[in-house]
């Protein structure tokens, strides 16, 4: 294995989920990291800070000589000790610190002479979050991509998952995508949820050139934001527009925002699942209150109340499928028809979700 790993195996380390030893220190890994990275940093957040004024103070010469001398032998033996073990668990991994300088080719060395053998990447952490940037750029092209449109409860997500070319932006985010979109699972970091989409973006089979297939979407996604370069293109892309009854997308939402939610909870938080669940919904509500209006806003908690409070899912649930109705009918499918006004010259397609996936097929026939 080479010393040094360059920008033309990033690709390939991305799309193999090739283990990555990230030996920066733990605020940088907590900014922005990799799917595949474990982080065993070289010196904590305190050494390197005091390492940083140093530098700063003195230049770096006397900074490396801080460095060794914070990393004293018992430390130094302690993190090559988890660098090992790490190694044995993953003999394929890499290395990199930020550029891929000093700390990973110190890490590099110290492997070396306890004879353990690791490539390490040039230009680190920021090389390779330059080009996951640079591939998003490259796929956010309009004529490449179709959106998949539709009123809430549509089933796009669904939809997007029977697709070969296709990318979910929401599992990217950990977050359905409105007031009520909200997981168990934290959402990524910014940085991270642009890696993830890269990677992805990586990782689609496109050795024969196709129409890439994204959910349609406001920027935001709860707390991360779609980069402007993809959203951009996916404001100009042609759009499929899904229609599907009133009944079928209630059904969808029940299905997706209630009783899998309500899942997640149960295995996140098996004992105090319902009352988080309880807590969730609410606050959800209470997010577009204004926007509601307060006495749709009461209508609407008052019926949330007699499902969170029934006994059973047999009761809880008309009570649920009650105020979804309520709510997309005057609130979610006003708005969302507005919007579609503005977009009405970009659809190039209209039908459910059955003659959707048959004018996909034959589009991939016809390519």
Not at 144 to 165: E, Q
Not at 194 to 222: A, H, Q, V
Request: charged share 25%; aromatic share 10%; glycine share 6%.
């Amino acid at each position: 294995m080479p010393e040094l790993i360059s920008k033309s195996g990033f690709a390939d380390l991305f799309v193999d989920d090739t283990p990555l030893l990230d030996v920066r220190s733990p605020i940088e890994f907590n900014r922005g990291a990799f799917p595949n990275a474990t982080n065993l940093p070289l010196l904590t957040d305190n050494e390197r800070v005091a390492i940083g004024i140093r530098y700063k103070n003195a230049g770096q010469k006397a900074a490396i000589a801080l460095g060794y001398e914070l990393v004293n032998s018992g430390k130094k033996q302690t993190r090559l000790e988890n660098w090992q073990n790490y190694l044995v668990e993953n003999p394929t991994a890499l290395l990199y610190c930020f550029r891929g300088g000093l700390r990973s080719s110190i890490v590099q060395q110290w492997l070396d002479e306890a004879g353990f053998s690791i490539a390490r990447i040039d230009g680190g952490y920021k090389a390779m979050r330059r080009f996951l940037i640079d591939t998003i750029d490259k796929v956010a092209n309009p004529d490449n991509i179709i959106i998949l449109a539709g009123k809430a409860g549509s089933g796009k997500t669904h939809l997007l998952n029977k697709l070969r070319y296709s990318l979910d932006l929401e599992g990217c985010a950990r977050h359905r995508g409105s007031a009520f979109g909200g997981r168990v699972e934290p959402q990524p970091t910014p940085v991270n949820f642009e890696n993830y989409i890269s990677i992805e973006f990586l990782k689609l089979p496109f050795s024969i050139p196709s129409k890439l297939f994204l959910e349609d979407e406001s920027r935001s996604i709860g707390t991360v934001s779609i980069p402007n370069s993809l959203h951009k293109a996916m404001n100009e892309a042609p759009l499929a527009y899904i229609e599907e009854s009133l009944d079928s997308r209630i059904e969808t939402i029940l299905n997706d925002y209630i009783i899998s939610n309500y899942l997640e909870y149960e295995q996140f938080a098996p004992t105090d699942a319902k009352n988080q669940f309880t807590k969730s919904l609410l606050a959800s509500l209470d997010r577009i209150r204004r926007r509601l209006g307060d006495e749709n806003y009461s209508h609407l908690r008052r019926i949330m109340i007699k499902a969170l409070t029934s006994k059973t899912n047999d009761e809880a649930l008309p009570f649920h499928s009650e105020w979804i109705r309520y709510l997309l009918k005057n609130y979610y499918d006003p708005m969302y028809e507005y919007q579609l006004d503005k977009k009405l010259h970009r659809i190039i397609f209209r039908g459910n979700k059955y003659e959707f996936l048959e004018w996909v097929k034959q589009m991939e026939k016809n390519k």
